[in-house]
């Protein structure tokens, strides 16, 4: 451990040189004068224009990316500022900033250090839409989004917006539940450099965490150039046993103002990272023995810790922005983008007993496991290895261009218009790594494979290719149209859209001879689909203070590319049709000078959903594959926000949701062999009047803060969870005479801490800030998330307890 938190330091101290150096150099802080414009009023550091007038480039961003200023807005916002970020990221993925909005359940799922799950309105991932300075980044053959790849940009975000329901943007027709638009820094006309260090130990029985980051601002340069730059590293041990992180975030920007009325920014980010993951979900009884820190998926081979679950993965992110004012009325953005990630995880393969099942005092028995391999004699599928390690690799290519043109009519209308197209490559294979002793692997091709063995040998060593070699290719284009009016009783919000989308596969395990190449035959026939949205709100103002909303839409949503071909085959499913949602929400909006109340009901009518089975997911390691047609859910609430502010130097704020979220029928399920295919079974799903699982139906929170004359800040929040249900696999649920609901979860309350020191030192001509955090202050014991078992009782749930206390450390540096 002492060596761990000394190895971490030495790396995270060159933050604290690379700002001594600047400071040496003279890297001062330089604002240019200039008039100030509350046009946007989204944040005061975001409308700042140089001597000329210009607005700054991060305001740009902002307007080009449907970002809205909640107190006039017909929809439900919640917006996390700079300052709020910089105080409470550290060790948490985005999803987890966002815990206190009510309607939201953010957790780190497995406990591993940056896999994080999130849910509005009890709506998953794939119905909640993720942008990035206004472009989709969810993926696009399931709607997951992995935010791991995401590790350490939190350092270079400019604020947070989550917007329920419809959401604003006109490219986001998965946002069922709502949407997160992320906003990154930028440059500004500001010189600055700051730096930080931050550090998370976990007890003596636990690991630790270190990070630090530098980040810089050139300010205006001559000729219209601008710079800024930020790199930061996270590594140690989280707070789960054997869940080591090592990451690297950056984050670049160049942008030149060509004149009065053309500006271009490039953006270049990403966070390569690797991480060991606990990815075995867990019983009641062995949390009881071996506690919340503990995973089953780990042990000692040669002295050294082996884990059964690790990944590793690298994102780059690289975006062009042109922003085009030909005129005071027209306001045109262009953007391009492309993105090439490359990663993986490890996997492991069985021809008996798992990997897992080898457990001695409660942790894998690698030795165990070697032997039973070594002992394996005869020849061909008979001398197999029984268990191998293996890395699952998958990567993308995702390329784009993005147009909008503005129109402002007058100085309360206007209108929009513009396009978007995609282009997603992904593909994904499996090599071995570790034979485990064992002399070689016998692939099954005659079993596995449609082709069947087609001349290839099935005795593979490490580093050969196993299972699957497969990728898909999505088109998508999206042409939309909308239209805002903003007057002294009314703002009035529409648009319409129209998406297109292409589709098609490539298999070279399941239908050609040579699997190194990808020849004729193993591409598959293209599938076409198209639909569209229609959203609008409108707002009226009951008085200066007081306002009525109301929004509303309706989707007819292409499903994802797995669907198309859920059979994991060439084979195109047959009669695909499209989602339907139709979403409505209402609210009353009431701000006061020391304060505010908002109360909103929504009403979400989900139909026709499919879901597909993922084979490569760890927790549900299963030998089949199966995909669910036709399901339809009502999800419906009411959410109430209360904040009050009885002096200066002390703020509170309520939080309500309750909701009512159900299944609405029984469906078909299709039942896959997951290495060809083939559709081996059909089978009944009994799901009506089911209560939705996997987030709670009732939450409430309390937040406050108090502000003092020398610069703390201490916050505390209270949050209660309760009325959640176990997630369950839809595919289980064969027994018409099993309606019960799914394990409830026990209620639980959670209470964290949170201050921070700000200190200007003028002589010196930088300011620092000290902060500190303490989650699960009262070290309460909870199930975050989980899976029914087959009688509906903690005896066989299966999942994740949350972290028991733990804290936070850290110092901010500005110049």
């Known amino acids: 451990m002492e060596t761990n938190i000394i190895s971490l330091s030495r790396r995270v101290v060159m ?31 975001s409308v700042q224009r140089d001597s000329s007038g210009k607005t700054v480039i991060l305001n740009q961003i902002i307007m080009s990316a449907s970002y809205l200023k909640g107190t006039k807005s017909p929809m439900r916002i919640k917006s996390i500022d700079k300052q709020q970020i910089e105080s409470k990221a550290f060790g948490k993925t985005y999803p987890e900033l966002l815990k206190e909005i009510p309607g939201i359940y953010a957790t780190s799922e497995t406990g591993s250090y940056g896999d994080a799950k999130i849910n509005i309105r009890g709506f998953k991932q794939e119905n909640i839409s993720v942008l990035l300075n206004g472009i989709p980044v969810s993926g696009l053959v399931s709607g997951n989004m992995y935010w ?45 450099i700051s730096g930080g260090l931050f550090f998370t130990p976990f007890g003596s029985d636990g690991g630790s965490l270190a990070k630090g980051f530098v980040s810089m601002n050139s300010g205006e340069l001559s000729g219209g150039w601008a710079l800024s730059a930020l790199v930061s590293y996270t590594g140690g041990s989280g707070y789960v046993e054997s869940t080591d992180v ?20 490039l953006t270049l980010l990403g966070s390569p990272e690797k991480h060991q993951q606990r990815s075995v979900r867990l019983s009641e009884s062995e949390v009881e023995k071996y506690g919340v820190r503990y995973s089953k998926n780990w042990g000692y081979l040669d002295g050294e810790k082996m884990n059964l679950s690790q990944n590793f993965y690298h994102k780059p992110y690289l975006t062009l922005n042109h922003f085009y004012t030909p005129d005071s009325g027209i306001e045109m953005t262009n953007t391009l983008y492309i993105s090439v990630g490359n990663g993986g995880g490890r996997w492991s393969e069985s021809k008996g007993k798992r990997i897992i099942s080898y457990q001695e005092e409660g942790h894998i028995d690698w030795g165990s496991v070697i032997s039973d391999n070594q002992a394996r004699t005869g020849t061909g599928a008979a001398g197999s290895a029984q268990n191998i390690l293996s890395d699952y690799l998958a990567g993308h290519t995702q390329a784009g261009v993005r147009h909008n043109t503005a129109y402002n009519i007058n100085d309360k209308t206007k209108l929009e218009a513009g396009f978007h197209y995609l282009y997603y490559s992904t593909w994904e294979k499996e090599k071995i790594t570790d034979l485990l002793g064992g002399k070689y692997w016998y692939e099954d091709y005659a079993s596995n494979s449609l082709a069947g063995t087609a001349g290839r040998n099935p005795i593979k060593q490490v580093g050969d290719y196993i299972r699957t070699r497969n990728g898909k290719v999505t088109n998508n284009a999206t042409v939309y149209l909308s239209g805002n009016y903003s007057g002294k009783k009314w703002n009035l919000r529409g648009g319409v859209s129209y998406m297109w989308n292409k589709y098609s596969r490539w298999d070279t395990y399941n239908y050609v001879q040579d699997p190194s190449s990808l020849a004729a035959g193993s ?24 306002s009525l909303y109301l929004n509303a839409a309706a989707y007819s949503r292409i499903p994802y590319s797995n669907v198309f071909f859920a059979s994991g085959s060439n084979e195109i499913t047959s009669d695909v049709k499209n989602e339907r949602n139709m979403l409505a929400e209402g609210g009353y909006r009431y701000i006061f000078a020391r304060g505010s109340v908002e109360l909103t009901g929504y009403y979400a009518y989900w139909k026709n959903k499919t879901i597909v089975s993922n084979p490569y997911t760890q927790q549900d390691n299963n030998d089949v594959a199966y995909m669910i047609r036709g399901l339809d859910a009502l999800h419906y609430g009411t959410e109430l926000t209360m904040t009050f502010n009885p002096a200066r130097w002390l703020s509170l704020e309520g939080n309500l949701s309750v909701g009512n979220w159900r299944w609405k029928n029984d469906v078909k399920a299709n039942i896959y062999d997951q290495y060809s295919g083939l559709k081996i079974d059909e089978i009944n799903v009994y ?7 996997d987030a709670p139906q009732t939450q409430v929170g309390i937040i406050a803060g108090l502000k003092f004359r020398n610069g703390i800040l201490v916050n505390a929040d209270w949050t209660y969870n309760g009325r959640l249900y176990a997630d369950f696999d839809p595919a289980e649920r064969k027994n018409p005479d099993d309606r019960a609901s799914a394990f409830r979860l026990p209620d639980y309350n959670l209470v964290n801490l949170g201050a921070s020191w700000k200190r200007e030192l003028r002589r010196f001509g930088y300011n620092y800030t000290l902060f500190l955090s303490v989650n699960n202050l009262l070290d309460s014991k909870y199930i975050e998330r989980g899976k029914d078992g087959s009688d509906h009782t903690i005896s066989t749930f299966s999942g994740y307890w949350g972290f028991g206390i733990n804290g936070s450390i850290g110092v901010r540096v500005d110049l």
């Open 15 to 45: 933050v604290i040189i690379a700002l001594l150096i600047c400071r040496t150099h003279g890297f001062t802080k330089t604002v240019l004068n200039g008039p100030v414009s509350d046009s946007l009023n989204l944040y005061t550091d």
């Open 246 to 265: 090592n990451s690297w975030a950056y984050m670049f920007n160049v942008s030149k103002r060509i004149n009065g009325n053309n500006d271009i920014v």
């Open 687 to 693: 799901s009506n009047g089911l209560p939705v699982g």
């Open 523 to 546: 591409e598959s026939d293209a599938a076409f689909a198209s639909g569209f949205s229609i959203k609008g709100g409108a707002l009226y103002k009951l008085s200066d203070r007081s």
């Open 148 to 192: 791991n790849n995401w590790l350490g940009l939190t350092d270079a975000t400019h604020s947070l917006q989550v917007q329920k329901g419809i959401g604003a943007s006109m490219l986001s027709d998965n946002s069922v539940g709502g949407s997160i638009n992320i906003i990154t820094t930028s440059t500004s006309e500001t010189k600055s």
